[in-house]
């Protein structure tokens, strides 16, 4: 694997998520109640605290947890909850080492359809359907795993054109897009959130709860 991603928009950090299967799954473990830069950044700040060039599931996996949360807690943090998600990058890399030999790359390397990527990806710890959708979608759109029917089994973040999710940043430009539409979903959540309070049934009065 060796893509150019633009999700950190920093240099060293997308050549990181382009080159290290590791890393772009890290990133995508991250990437929530954060914005998105912040997330895939986050990778190539774990590799730099380590002095390492690249991440290793079998370092992590055997990293001391408090040592480890510790490392992601310096400023400035890996993540608004550093602590929670030095647990959630350990148990990653941790199922990653029992199942498949520590190589990210082969949660997908081989794989013969969408479905059986999708159900691969939903398995690993962290990552619940939304997230291994919109990583399957990235996969097929930016980084050549491009299994049968992936776009039918990423859902909505598989559709060509769309500008949904990560999946679909290239630059700053589909970045402002990206934003747009989930600033969007966020409006229109808050719109169905105010219809729904507003329509509620009439109390009834005590005459009307006794003859009921």
Do not use: N
């Not at 060039?53 to 990293?63: N, T, V």
């Not at 390397?109 to 399957?136: D, M, N, W, Y």
């Not at 909505?156 to 999946?167: F, N």
Request: charged share 25%; aromatic share 8%; with cysteine.
């Amino acid at each position: 694997m060796d893509k150019t991603l633009h999700l950190a928009q920093q240099p060293e950090a997308d050549a990181l998520l382009g080159r290290s299967p590791l890393a772009a799954l890290t990133g995508m473990l991250l990437d929530q109640q954060i914005p998105m830069e912040w997330a895939f950044a986050g990778p190539y700040a774990i590799t730099r605290r380590m002095g390492r060039d690249d991440l290793d599931a079998y370092e992590i996996a055997a990293y001391d947890p408090e040592a480890f949360a510790a490392l992601l807690s310096e400023k400035p943090a890996v993540h608004r909850y550093p602590g929670a998600m030095a647990k959630r990058v350990q148990q990653l890399c941790q199922y990653l080492v029992e199942h498949y030999g520590g190589e990210a790359s082969a949660v997908w390397e081989g794989v013969a359809t969408g479905e059986e990527l999708f159900r691969r990806l939903k398995e690993l710890p962290g990552f619940g359907e939304q997230k291994a959708r919109i990583f399957l979608a990235l996969l097929g759109k930016q980084l050549g795993v491009a299994p049968e029917g992936w776009r039918e089994a990423a859902g909505a973040y598989g559709e060509e054109g769309s500008y949904r999710s990560v999946a679909d940043i290239t630059g700053p430009e589909s970045l402002a897009k990206v934003r747009e539409h989930k600033q969007e979903m966020k409006r229109a959540a808050k719109e169905g959130a105010a219809k729904k309070a507003t329509v509620r049934p009439a109390r009834r009065t005590p005459r009307q709860t006794k003859q009921g």
